[in-house]
């Protein structure tokens, strides 16, 4: 069998049986591959953002890495973005690369391109493949490097030659590696941290964002009066009635040092300390406090959900000291479209099991406190900040969950650096209910505008900041890939919409035109 | 004045007065000044290709450079494709990236990212901005750089802190720098070579392939029989009535060989040696026998017209030896719409002055001899093989030539890689008329899965190479961006449709759906 072969069959080997792609020449092979190789489905998005995003969408919900097919530098380089979001997420993705030919590499091809400097800054790990009889094995370690937690991009490239020539036997399967467990001395420590009766913060991540994980923070919260947040951003948060609410930690430097001032040691679980955003004037990137002791009680890819077990045990925590958030169910917005009206409608209408992949940006307003009691859902953040993600993550949500419904809140202007995943929706058929955020300018960009204390926005500048001139009409754009869609003006419409479209399978695109 | 200020009035006072920009919290210190300093004019770019991609275009038509505006790593990043092309084109660009504080760069926040090895594969020149008060002279330093023949792009990090701190003086005024003179042993040699009646090939490229050069080249050709022929890729080439035409080299390699028997010489002006485009089994990458001997005339960025107007001159070739095309303008298509009927009514109609940009991929077809005897024209073609230039690079020569009509051959699967363009012209009102070749496929790849020798495609592979389902719909996509559409389905329709269209300011997208 050729190299393209024997990399296929790697991949379906080890269950990597979903590859989200945008092939060109030097692919060719694998696309003949995937003819003769059964069990691997090739979803193709017409852009390679879409390709990245959904991969990282799939991760988050299947908890296995998809493949991602790029090719060439220029090919990668248009996934760049979304890759670098699935990093920040710490999504596994097995990232394959084609490449032209080793011996025509030397040449200055129209497409040759430094594709390891490309691929370098999203890559947790990073192969170049040599030769074709070396496929398997290499692909078998981009596999497991993909998996091994916390989870990340493992990138290989395949020179064209290699897919051509004779791959040898597929590499081993893999199977899903295991976190590695917390030390003892490091569960001692933080078990008298939490005796001394200082004042303690949580801040979680990862795995622990879901069900056992809150359950078991919620627990140790409760019983020894610390607090528990999560990052400001998480891949992957299981939420809504009989599990633990998490509080975010909050964006903005100034709230962030206040809130530290609270806090005389604090507990990294699966994630690293806070840092601002964006860098201000006059405010400081590193958020906490010299007086505040910095432990990390489960580095990302520890076992933190073993750690807050044997926390619980060792400080004798009741087994229902959790307190898990109440049903609660709002009434669906009225009148205008505005972030609360719309908010309160998505809560109303959030059904059981529901995946929410959410870019609502500054239209996000009180959407986590209208869900919060809620029937139990994913909710899927923008983890790197590369707007143009929950599009495509939410085609890769659906794709690795197909019996639950998806949900996607777009803001506008981040839909259209990747609206072309509406149409990877239609040809999968996937049941995703998209609800855009139609408020026409960058308003985030106004606020930081304000916040760096800039005057007022003058004619020049606003042609940099608002982009409602021409208006983007949504259910135009979804109808030319293929999308039903419909627009609606007042939340009593949107509520009547949203339910009726929410019933029905396959995709529909929602326009909320905002006051 | 803050170093954004320092910065953009460097730019505006070397006449760099267009900037194609997709800010970001990092660049608001740069908006603000757009607002304070008159000259510049500011374009927004839903998506970064779009940014790049119109850089591109308009350096090609105005022959200077215009800035990009990025935000941070991930916006560069979405950019990079069409730098990829307007690196292939030679184009000058003075490419801005915002990037965090320098004080914020060593915390992983979520936007951090190493900008410079995104950047280092597209960027001739390269710099990172250490303090606001060296803004001024790095931002001279770059336009220097872009703007040096060849031309090529100078990307130029811009820390947040370095946009908001004092960044005193502007840098000196740059004005366009000349050719380097092709030494006199240089043309000694080819003109020897000239005079030996040996196969003599001209490969040209750069301002060569505009009038006064092929005015030049076709002297020497007819006088001397040498054959001159284009790159297949150019970034801008001079066509019609009145203008010699060229021959393009062949695309594919086993032609290209066939080609390079006949030749004793080849003669590279303002070009490299041809390579293949792509690797194929058992095809040479290099396409030079060992019998021809390979001279540069005139390396990119060197005086190639001169040098051809001196060898002219040494040998003694008459000034009315050129033969220029002949006007021959084709009769409309009719019919079913086929690469060959559109060829023959985008002939029918060209106008004079007209800017094509082309991305017509697999439905050129016969465009180059339906369109040689129009009235005189320029014709930008995708130089970098990175799918997803021409909406763009169309919009960008509009804005550098707001008096000439622009027309865009688009290929449908290509144009799904950036059509945000579409906005970008509704919003600058340019005078753009968008045909849309809709063949519902990604034919280059069935051809490729040919010439690989891959069989049959298989209906798992056809998942990756159709895009059929669901169809594009690209009147609704214009409409959704606030264009005006028609969708026309036979040719004469076509002709109708185009010689309204063309005869109307503004934008307008055709979709022909091919047979």
């Known amino acids: 069998m050729v190299g393209a072969e024997t990399l296929l069959r790697t991949l379906v080997n080890s269950g990597v049986d979903v590859c989200f792609a945008n092939p060109g020449t030097s692919e060719m092979q694998f696309v003949a591959a995937v003819d003769r190789v059964p069990g691997m489905r090739p979803v193709l998005g017409l852009f390679e953002g879409v390709v990245a995003g959904a991969a990282d969408g799939y991760?988050?919900?299947?908890?296995?890495?998809?493949?991602?097919?790029?090719?060439?530098?220029?090919?990668?380089?248009?996934?760049?973005?979304?890759?670098h979001n699935a990093m920040r997420a710490r999504s596994p993705i097995v990232n394959l690369v084609g490449d032209h030919a080793t011996y025509h590499r030397p040449y200055e091809s129209p497409l040759a391109s430094d594709v390891l400097s490309y691929a370098r800054p999203?890559?947790?790990?990073?192969?170049?493949?040599?030769?074709?009889?070396?496929?398997?094995?290499d692909t078998r370690a981009a596999i497991a490097a993909a998996w091994a937690p916390p989870g990340?991009?493992?990138?290989?490239?395949?020179?064209?030659?290699?897919?051509?020539?004779?791959?040898?036997?597929?590499?081993?399967?893999?199977?899903?590696?295991?976190?590695?467990?917390?030390?003892?001395?490091?569960?001692?420590?933080?078990?008298?941290?939490?005796?001394?009766?200082?004042?303690?913060?949580?801040?979680?991540?990862?795995?622990?964002?879901?069900?056992?994980?809150?359950?078991?923070?919620?627990?140790?919260?409760?019983?020894?009066?610390?607090?528990?947040?999560?990052?400001?951003?998480?891949?992957?948060?299981e939420r809504g009635a009989g599990i633990p609410a998490l509080e975010r930690f909050p964006r903005y430097p100034e709230q962030a040092v206040e809130l530290m001032r609270g806090f005389d040691h604090l507990f990294l679980v699966e994630t690293v300390p806070p840092v601002a955003f964006f860098a201000y004037p006059d405010q400081p990137s590193w958020l906490t406090p010299e007086s505040c002791q910095?432990?990390?009680?489960?580095?990302?890819?520890?076992?933190?959900?073993?750690?807050?077990?044997?926390?619980?045990?060792?400080?004798?925590?009741?087994?229902?000291?959790?307190?898990?958030?109440?049903?609660?169910?709002?009434?669906?917005?009225?009148?205008?479209?505005?972030?609360?009206?719309i908010a309160r409608t998505v809560g109303a209408l959030l059904p059981e099991g529901a995946i929410v992949a959410e870019e609502a940006v500054t239209s996000r307003g009180s959407l986590p406190t209208m869900t919060a009691g809620c029937a139990p859902h994913d909710w899927l953040s923008l983890t790197g900040g590369a707007l143009g993600q929950s599009l495509?993550?939410?085609?890769?949500?659906?794709?690795?969950?197909?019996?639950?419904?998806?949900?996607?809140?777009?803001?506008?202007?981040?839909?259209?650096?990747?609206?072309?995943?509406?149409?990877?929706?239609?040809?999968?058929?996937?049941?995703?209910?998209?609800?855009?955020?139609?408020?026409?300018?960058?308003?985030?960009?106004?606020?930081?505008?304000?916040?760096?204390?800039?005057?007022?926005?003058?004619?020049?500048?606003?042609?940099?900041?608002?982009?409602?001139?021409?208006?983007?009409?949504?259910?135009?754009?979804?109808?030319?890939?293929?999308?039903?869609?419909?627009?609606?003006?007042?939340?009593?419409?949107?509520?009547?919409?949203?339910?009726?479209?929410?019933?029905?399978?396959?995709?529909?695109?929602?326009?909320?035109?905002?006051?």
Chains 1, 2 share one sequence.
């Open 59 to 83: 991760a988050r919900m299947a908890d296995k890495p998809a493949a991602t097919l790029f090719h060439l530098g220029p090919g990668l380089a248009n996934g760049l973005a979304n890759l």
């Open 392 to 515: 495509s993550s939410a085609a890769g949500a659906a794709i690795a969950c197909p019996d639950r419904p998806v949900l996607c809140l777009q803001a506008d202007g981040a839909g259209m650096y990747a609206p072309q995943a509406l149409w990877t929706m239609v040809r999968e058929g996937l049941n995703v209910t998209i609800l855009i955020y139609a408020n026409r300018r960058y308003r985030i960009l106004y606020n930081e505008f304000e916040r760096l204390k800039l005057g007022q926005v003058g004619d020049a500048a606003r042609q940099l900041l608002d982009i409602g001139n021409p208006s983007l009409e949504w259910t135009h754009i979804a109808r030319g890939m293929g999308m039903p869609a419909t627009q609606v003006r007042d939340a009593e419409t949107l509520h009547k919409t949203m339910a009726a479209v929410m019933r029905e399978p396959g995709p529909h695109l929602i326009e909320a035109v905002m006051e």
């Open 294 to 341: 910095i432990h990390t009680l489960a580095a990302p890819g520890e076992d933190a959900v073993g750690a807050l077990e044997a926390l619980c045990e060792a400080l004798n925590v009741p087994a229902d000291a959790a307190r898990p958030a109440q049903h609660a169910i709002p009434e669906p917005g009225t009148g205008a479209l505005t972030p609360d009206s």
């Open 152 to 237: 990340q991009i493992a990138t290989l490239i395949v020179p064209a030659d290699c897919s051509w020539n004779p791959g040898g036997e597929p590499g081993a399967p893999v199977t899903r590696p295991s976190p590695t467990a917390v030390s003892g001395e490091t569960l001692e420590k933080a078990a008298s941290a939490l005796r001394s009766g200082e004042r303690v913060l949580f801040l979680v991540n990862g795995p622990t964002v879901r069900r056992k994980g809150l359950e078991l923070a919620s627990r140790l919260a409760e019983h020894t009066g610390a607090r528990v947040m999560a990052d400001t951003f998480t891949a992957r948060m």
């Open 122 to 137: 999203v890559s947790g790990w990073l192969r170049d493949n040599a030769e074709a009889r070396m496929l398997g094995e």
